[in-house]
């Protein structure tokens, strides 16, 4: 069984069903043009995606997280992934004020629903359903991700701005499992997502190493206290 290792984790098959996710200390942006290492930041991925999954599992959202294996790893249900990132967005920010020459911060009158096909040779570009279609996946199955991504937007906003938190935008990957369900996968992190404090409007994500904004693992330790109201139990992945 391979290992597949993308930028920031490993997907190593457990069994047929299972896989384990290992996050890594690495941090890329801009397509990996830039490249650091940061100990710890793979443990606060995954105990905050291991926590904010167990926030949606018991909102109703199928994910495939199934427990945590050990400092920064996950166990998860296999799936066959769908080759496409899913984009949320609440404020404009990143790409979003390039493309509509909005002010930064600009809150939305209602989200915005992006889709991306996953290919780094391609730089992901933003796709539509027919070109989804062209990729094999039906407007049905784009639908149910659609309708999926937005009830993760309400209960994840609500839940956030409920610890001072403002979700700007987020990125979501789904799959289908044995059973033919389309299930929430990947990670939620703030790898993943954009996250500002409500007062300040710090960044909390990896805006802090993507613009050299401060020290990247106090914004996610920061971001894990919020979360979990506890101090992180800070270890080297």
């Known amino acids: 069984m391979e290992v597949y290792e993308g930028k920031a984790k ?9 896989v384990i996710l290992e996050f890594k200390d690495d941090a890329t942006a801009f397509n ?12 606060l991925n995954a105990q905050i995606s291991a926590h904010l999954f167990g ?23 296999g799936l066959r992934m769908y080759p496409l990132e899913v984009v949320v967005r609440n404020v404009v920010a990143g790409s979003l004020k390039k493309r509509l020459l909005l002010a930064e ?47 993760v937007n309400e209960i994840l906003r609500e839940y956030f701005r409920e610890r001072g938190i403002i979700l700007v935008d987020f ?9 033919g369900e389309i299930v929430l996968a990947d990670e939620i992190s703030p790898d993943t997502c954009r996250f500002w404090d409500a007062e300040t409007k710090e960044s909390l994500d990896k805006d802090v190493f993507r613009f050299e904004k401060g020290d990247l693992i106090e914004a996610y330790e920061r971001l894990y206290k919020r979360l979990t109201g506890e101090a992180p139990n800070r270890r080297l992945s």
Do not use: C
Request: charged fraction near 35%; charge should be negative; aromatic fraction near 8%.
């Open 10 to 18: 490993k997907v190593i098959p457990l069994d047929e069903e299972k």
């Open 32 to 43: 990996g043009e830039k490249k650091a290492q940061f100990g710890g930041k793979g443990w």
């Open 55 to 77: 926030v949606l599992e018991k909102s109703g959202i199928k994910t495939h997280f199934i427990g945590i294996a050990g400092d920064n790893r996950l166990i998860a249900e």
């Open 105 to 151: 911060g600009t809150e939305l009158p209602e989200p915005i629903v992006e889709f991306y096909y996953k290919d780094d040779s391609l730089g992901d570009p933003m796709i539509n359903q027919y070109h989804a279609k062209v990729l094999g996946i039906s407007e049905v199955e784009l639908k149910e991700m659609e309708r999926m991504a937005l009830k």
């Open 171 to 179: 990125k979501l990957e789904f799959g289908k499992n044995a059973r």
